[in-house]
C-alpha cells in the first residue's frame, strides 16, 4: 500500500513538474506590462511609459521584446523623456545564466532617444538613485592573494544592431548642444569568438565611421592576448590603430601603434568645439611597446606651426613608479595657446619647452623643466623622494624677464 502510494504521488508530482514547466516555456509574461511600469517608477522616481506591446518568454532562450517606451526626464529639462525607444528586443541565452558567462545572443534596438542635459546649477537628469552612488568614504577591499583578478567578461553580447538612434547632451558651459546621430551600429561575434564592430552616423552633422575588429589567439571568452584593429574618421580626422592587449580588463603591457591625422586642424578644432590655435596639418605617431622588463613609450605630434616629441618608459600601464620621461615641446608662437585658454596677450613670441623626468638610486627623482616664451625664461631642476616630506625635497628655480611688467 505505501509503495502504491509513494508511486501515485511521484507520478502526480513529476506530472505537475510537466506542467509546470510547459506553462514556464508558453507564458507570455508581457501582461504583466503595467505593474512593470507602476513599479520602475516608483523605483525611480520617473514616470516610465511603455505604448506598445510587450512580451517576455522563457524557453531554450529568455526573449524580450517592448515597442514605443519611454523614462521621463526631470522637470527642468528641455527634452521630456530622458530616453527612448521605438523597439528593443533581447535574446539571452537561458544556460548561460547558470553556467556563464551570459550570452545575450541577440539585441535589437530602433529609434533610441538619450537626451542628457546639466543646468546651471550644475544638476544632471541622468542620476537616478543617489542610494546607488558608491559614497565617497566608502573603502574598496584590495584584491584576494593567489585570486583571479581578470576573471573575463562575465556578459557576452554576440549580435548587437541599433539603428536610427541619437544621444544629445546639453550644458550651460559649451555654446553648441552636442548631438552624436547612429544611423548604424552592429557588433558580430563569430563561432571562433572574432569580434566585428561597425559604426556610421555624424556628430553635430559632422560623418563618423568605424570599423574594428578583434581576436584571440586561443579563441577564447577570456579576451586576454587580443589582437586589436581600428580604423576610423570623423569629418577630415582618420584613425588607424593596432595593438596587442594582454588583458582587456586590466592591460598592463600591450603593444599599440597608433596614427592620427587631419589635414586642417582648424576644421578639426571646430568639430570639437574649440577655438582654432593653429593652421595646417595635424599628425600624431604613437608606439608603444615592452621592452624587457620595462614598457617604451613613443609619441610625436605635429600641430600645425607646433611640435611636440614625447618618450619614455615605466613599469607596467597600471603603474608609473619607475618612470623615465622626455618631452619637447615648440611653436612660432605661444599666443596662439593663449587665446585657446582665454588668456590672449599674456606672453608671446616663440616657445620651446624641455621636460624630464629621471629615476635615481634610493627611489628619488630628478627632474628639470626649461621653458622659454618670448622674453620670459623658467628653469627648475631638482629632486624628488616620495618617502620624505616636502621639507626634504630639492629645488633650483631661475626666472627672467626682460621687463617685470611682463610678469
Same mark, same amino acid.
Given at each position: 500500500m505505501l509503495v502504491r502510494f509513494l508511486r501515485y504521488t511521484s507520478g502526480f508530482l513529476l506530472l505537475v513538474l510537466v506542467v509546470a514547466v510547459v506553462l514556464l516555456l508558453t507564458l507570455d509574461f508581457g501582461r504583466f506590462k503595467g505593474h512593470a511600469e507602476v513599479f520602475v517608477s516608483d523605483l525611480l522616481n520617473r514616470d516610465l511609459s511603455i505604448a506598445g506591446p510587450v512580451h517576455l518568454t522563457?524557453?531554450? %532562450?529568455?526573449?524580450? %521584446?517592448?515597442?514605443?517606451?519611454?523614462?521621463?526626464?526631470?522637470? *527642468?529639462?528641455?527634452?521630456?523623456?530622458?530616453? $527612448?525607444?521605438?523597439?528593443?528586443?533581447?535574446?539571452?541565452?537561458? *544556460?548561460? #545564466?547558470?553556467r556563464g558567462p551570459i550570452l545575450l545572443e541577440s539585441i535589437v534596438l530602433d529609434g533610441l532617444r538619450v537626451n542628457l542635459e546639466q543646468n546651471e546649477s550644475g544638476e544632471n537628469n541622468w542620476t537616478l538613485i543617489e542610494a546607488m552612488a558608491q559614497e565617497p568614504n566608502q573603502v574598496i577591499p584590495p584584491p584576494i592573494e593567489g585570486a583571479q583578478n581578470s576573471p573575463g567578461l562575465s556578459i557576452l553580447p554576440i549580435h548587437i544592431n541599433i539603428t536610427d538612434s541619437l544621444l544629445s547632451y546639453q550644458n550651460p558651459d559649451i555654446e553648441q548642444e552636442i548631438v552624436l546621430v547612429i544611423d548604424k551600429a552592429q557588433q558580430v561575434i563569430d563561432e571562433l569568438y572574432d569580434l566585428q564592430f561597425i559604426v556610421d552616423g555624424n556628430i553635430n552633422q559632422i560623418p563618423i565611421n568605424l570599423n574594428a575588429t578583434a $581576436?584571440?589567439? /586561443?579563441? %577564447?571568452?577570456?579576451?586576454?592576448?587580443?589582437?586589436?584593429?581600428?580604423?576610423?574618421?570623423?569629418? /577630415?580626422?582618420?584613425?588607424?590603430?593596432?595593438?596587442?592587449?594582454?588583458? #582587456? #580588463?586590466?592591460?598592463?603591457?600591450?603593444?599599440? $601603434?597608433?596614427?592620427?591625422?587631419?589635414?586642417n586642424i582648424e576644421r578639426l578644432a571646430e568639430t570639437l568645439g574649440l577655438q582654432p590655435f593653429a593652421t595646417g596639418l595635424f599628425k600624431m605617431d604613437l608606439e608603444l611597446q615592452p621592452v624587457g622588463q620595462k614598457m617604451k613609450l613613443d609619441l610625436a605630434a605635429i600641430l600645425g606651426e607646433f611640435e611636440v616629441v614625447a618618450n619614455g618608459e615605466f613599469a607596467e600601464l597600471q603603474e608609473f613608479d619607475d618612470i623615465e620621461l622626455q618631452l619637447n615641446a615648440g611653436g612660432p608662437d605661444i599666443g596662439d595657446f593663449n587665446q585657446l585658454l582665454g588668456l590672449p596677450g599674456i606672453i608671446d613670441g616663440p616657445f620651446d619647452i624641455e621636460a624630464k623626468i629621471i629615476p635615481e638610486q634610493g627611489g628619488s627623482r630628478s627632474i628639470l623643466l626649461k621653458a622659454d616664451a618670448g622674453d620670459i625664461g623658467l628653469k627648475i631642476d631638482g629632486s624628488i623622494n616620495e618617502d620624505q616630506s616636502l621639507s626634504g625635497q630639492k629645488a633650483n628655480i631661475r626666472f627672467q624677464a626682460a621687463s617685470f611688467n611682463r610678469i
Open positions: 522563457v524557453g531554450r %532562450s529568455i526573449k524580450f %521584446s517592448a515597442v514605443n517606451a519611454s523614462l521621463a526626464s526631470t522637470d *527642468w529639462s528641455n527634452a521630456q523623456s530622458l530616453v $527612448s525607444f521605438k523597439q528593443l528586443e533581447i535574446n539571452v541565452n537561458t *544556460w548561460s #545564466l547558470i $581576436s584571440t589567439e /586561443n579563441h %577564447s571568452i577570456d579576451y586576454s592576448d587580443i589582437d586589436f584593429n581600428l580604423s576610423a574618421a570623423v569629418g /577630415n580626422l582618420q584613425i588607424e590603430a593596432i595593438a596587442v592587449i594582454d588583458d #582587456l #580588463l586590466k592591460p598592463s603591457r600591450p603593444t599599440v $601603434s597608433a596614427h592620427i591625422n587631419a589635414p
